[in-house]
C-alpha cells in the first residue's frame, strides 16, 4: 500500500513538473518572437533583426555594423541626413548595413520611394508593420522613453552599441564611429 501510494504522488509530482517545464518552453518562445523583428524594404527585401547583448544584430550578416536610422518623411533634419547616410552606406556597403524605419504609423511603399526618390535616400527604407515594435524596443534599449526627437540613429556591431544620434548628426561623426566599430 506505501509503495503504491509513494509511486502515486512521484507521478503526480512527474506530471505537475512536466506541465510546468513545457508552460517554460512556450514562455520562451514567447519571448523569443518578441525579441525578434522582421522589417519589410520597400524593394520587397525581409531584414530580420534580433535583440542580442544590449543592442541588434541583422540576422543574415552578423558581422556587419548595422544602423537603425528612425525618422519621419516630413521631418527637415531626416531629409538632410537621407544622402549623407546613402554615401556612408556606399562606402562602406561591405561592412554596413543602414536601416530606415519610419515613425509614421501604415506608411506606404509609394510614400518612400517619393522620399528615396527627392532626397536620395539609398539605404534600405522599412515599410513593415513591426516599425512600432523595433523603434519601441530600440528606445526601451537606449532608456530614452518613447518621447524622443528624430532623427534617432542608433549604432550596433556584434549585438553592442557602438552610439547613438538624436537630432541633426554631421556625417563626420558618424563615419567615425564606423571607423571605430572596425578597428580603423
Excluded at 29 to 45: D, H, M, R, Y
Excluded at 55 to 72: H, T
Aim: with cysteine; charged share 25%.
Amino acid at each position: 500500500m506505501l509503495k503504491k501510494s509513494i509511486y502515486s504522488l512521484s507521478l503526480i509530482v512527474g506530471l505537475l513538473f512536466t506541465a510546468c517545464s513545457s508552460q517554460d518552453e512556450n514562455d520562451a518562445n514567447a519571448l523569443l518572437s518578441t525579441n525578434e523583428f522582421v522589417l519589410k524594404e520597400i524593394s520587397g527585401q525581409e531584414f530580420v533583426i534580433k535583440k542580442a547583448n544590449e543592442g541588434f544584430v541583422l540576422n543574415s550578416q552578423k558581422e556587419k555594423i548595422i544602423i537603425l536610422d528612425i525618422f519621419a518623411t516630413w521631418c527637415p533634419p531626416c531629409q538632410a541626413e537621407a544622402s549623407h547616410l546613402s554615401k556612408l552606406q556606399e562606402k562602406y556597403k561591405d561592412n554596413l548595413n543602414i536601416i530606415g524605419i519610419s515613425v509614421e504609423d501604415d506608411i506606404n511603399a509609394t510614400k518612400l520611394l517619393d522620399f528615396r526618390k527627392q532626397y536620395d535616400a539609398t539605404y534600405a527604407l522599412s515599410t513593415s508593420s513591426d516599425n512600432r515594435r523595433i523603434i519601441n524596443a530600440v528606445a526601451t534599449s537606449l532608456n530614452i522613453g518613447r518621447n524622443f526627437g528624430i532623427p534617432l540613429m542608433a549604432m550596433y556591431k556584434d549585438g553592442k552599441l557602438i552610439n547613438y544620434y538624436q537630432g541633426a548628426t554631421e556625417e563626420e561623426f558618424i563615419e567615425s564611429d564606423i571607423l571605430r566599430a572596425l578597428g580603423k
